[in-house]
Every structure is written in C-alpha cells, then in structure tokens.
C-alpha cells in the first residue's frame, strides 16, 4: 500500500505522484487515468528495486488537512 497525492496539472491533466518512492510521477486524463498510470509507474518502480537489488523504502509519507 502506497499514498498517493493527485492534484490537476496544467493542459487539463490530472498529476499523480508517490512521495515515498522520489520521482515517482504520472499523470492522466482523468482521476481515473491518472491513478491507474501511478499505480502501473509504482509497480514498475518497485520491481526495478528488486532487480537492481536496492532496499524498497517505507511508506512513511503522511497528510494532514488544516483548516485555515
């Protein structure tokens, strides 16, 4: 289980990206796209871990909604 954060980007693009694993970026157009391509890119992100045999960081990322 990863955190996603997924904001609008610019040419009516959804941005999604997974703060705990750095560069970890997709986007899409639609929430939907955009979460099913971050999903993919995470995938592939972890798997390229394991073969390069390198320690998969741990979800530690966390959000707090703040009222103001």
Known sequence: MRQ???????DRYWV???????????QGESKESALQN???AIALYLEA????????????????VVAV
């Open 38 to 40: 971050i999903k993919d």
């Open 16 to 26: 999604a990206e997974c703060p705990s694993l750095p560069g970890c970026v997709s």
């Open 49 to 64: 871990l394991k073969e390069d045999n390198l320690p998969i960081p741990p979800e530690t990322f966390e959000t707090i």
């Open 4 to 10: 996603v954060v997924i904001y609008p980007g610019e």
